[in-house]
């Protein structure tokens, strides 16, 4: 195990697999929950950790696989080594995802946690390969708890690699009497409404819409925010850094789930316009998003309450 920065506890702890997405010209972008919702965070002003499984900075099948270094200075990281990072190849059809997996990096043991980050004032569970066991979160003791369960449905060939396919989502009850909020996409609801309706009827359940914004469940009530209209240039991530940001705001008691929800669409938006973890916006923009296409403007961006 090695980790960049481990001395004090984060406000933001993350765990889930840094994968490295290969593009088209046979480079690899890293990426998945772990870095998105992470820089997420760390840019919108939080002390940010990650746990993670992989192998960085290294040639993998050919590939150049990025190293970590460069977000040393924002992220406090422990890695637990693996042969590999997990290997996705993404494709995008109509605005539709066919994913690959091409390596994975193997389960993370939640033991292998520093004690003093279990407390963290939010701890956001990210898998994105099946690489978390629910059974063993029971030792975290965050004051928010927030999930992209993702990773719990994807299915593929272990041993050779191969295509993802998505399936039903299932979580232990332990685990679902403590979340605090739950985020998953339009592509994913239909396998996941069941965790989505027990969360919300306690606290929040979201459904991400992609450019359209996001679907917001909480204390028996549901609302569809509308998204902010930037130029698209990639959609790989823009999940992750909802997520992230949602949680910030939502775990103050003090702010509704529409004010997180209008937040966190503001910044998922600004992530479209470029490829990779540079694409994670400052507060700073995401505050002059906010500042220059106020709630209910002119051009018709309501909030729909829903029955």
């Not at 030792?139 to 994807?154: E, I, S, V």
């Not at 359940?205 to 698209?232: C, M, N």
């Not at 103050?252 to 938006?269: C, E, H, K, M």
């Amino acid at each position: 195990m090695r980790g960049l920065q481990t001395a004090r506890t984060p406000q933001y702890l993350v765990i889930g697999h840094i994968c490295a997405d290969l593009q088209a010209d046979g480079s690899a972008v890293l990426g998945g929950t772990a870095l998105y919702s992470a820089l997420t965070a760390a840019r919108l002003g939080w002390r940010v950790g990650v746990l993670t499984r992989g192998r960085f900075g290294v040639e993998v099948d050919g590939v150049a696989i990025p190293s970590l270094e460069p977000f040393a200075g924002e992220l406090s990281i422990v890695t637990q080594e693996a042969e590999s990072p997990t290997l996705f190849v993404n494709e995008y059809t109509a605005g539709r995802r066919t994913q690959t997996i091409r390596r994975w990096a193997g389960p993370i043991d939640l033991r292998g946690l520093p004690p003093h980050w279990r407390n963290a004032r939010i701890i956001h569970l990210g898998p994105i390969a099946q690489e978390i066991d629910p059974r063993q979160t029971g030792a975290l003791t965050p004051g928010f708890f927030g999930a992209t369960p993702q990773g719990w449905m994807r299915e593929w060939p272990h041993e050779t690699g191969g295509r993802v396919k998505i399936t039903q989502l299932r979580l232990p009850a332990e685990l679902l009497g403590r979340l605090d909020a739950v985020v998953v996409s339009d592509e994913e609801i239909h396998l996941a409404r069941e965790v989505i309706d027990r969360v919300a009827a306690r606290r929040l359940g979201v459904v991400t819409l992609g450019e359209l914004g996001a679907r917001i469940a909480y204390g028996g009530s549901r609302a569809e925010l509308p998204g902010y209209p930037v130029k698209t240039v990639d959609l790989t991530g823009a999940g992750d850094v909802f997520a992230a940001a949602f949680f910030i705001r939502a775990s103050d008691r003090a702010v509704s789930a529409i004010t997180a929800g209008q937040f966190a669409n503001a910044v998922a938006a600004l992530s479209l316009r470029g490829i990779g973890p540079s694409s994670v916006p400052t507060l700073h923009e995401v505050t002059a998003l906010l500042e220059a296409n106020p709630e209910d403007d002119a051009r018709g961006r309501q909030i729909r309450h829903l029955p």
